[in-house]
Nanobody, 114 residues
Framework: QVQLVESGGGLVQTGGSLRLSCAASGMTIATNYMGWFRQGPGKQRELVASITGNNNTAYEESVKGRFSISRDNVKNTVSLQMNSLKPEDTGVYYC????????WGQGTRVTVSS
């Protein structure tokens, strides 16, 4: 059974940094097209960063230059380094496959105070 567990969220001030981690069991992150998604208050879940099996990355326009997605194939994790955080980055962050998504994890909450 595939399970995704996100961690690393918290409360930070504007301009702060957080590093989110997503641990996968029952699947191999190295061979999957993975993404980090964000669901802000009252908003739909949106894709903010992705990484292909060849480590090509892509970012939603508002996070370009501030967020960085990476994977650790040994630990079977995918991470999201978030710098220069803004209040609009507030939300619950999830990871998942972009191709044939699996059941969503519980996510990790990020709150950026102004």
């Amino acid at each position: 059974q595939v399970q995704l567990v996100e961690s690393g969220g918290g409360l930070v001030q504007t301009g702060g940094s957080l590093r989110l981690s997503c641990a996968a069991s029952g699947m191999t992150i190295a061979t999957n097209y993975m993404g980090w998604f964000r669901q802000g208050p009252g908003k739909q879940r949106e894709l903010v960063a992705s990484i292909t099996g060849n480590n090509n990355t892509a970012y939603e326009e508002s996070v370009k230059g501030r967020f960085s997605i990476s994977r650790d194939n040994v630990k079977n994790t995918v991470s999201l380094q978030m710098n220069s955080l803004k209040p609009e980055d507030t939300g619950v962050y999830y990871c998942n496959k972009l191709s044939r998504p699996v059941a969503w994890g519980q996510g990790t909450r990020v709150t950026v105070s102004s």
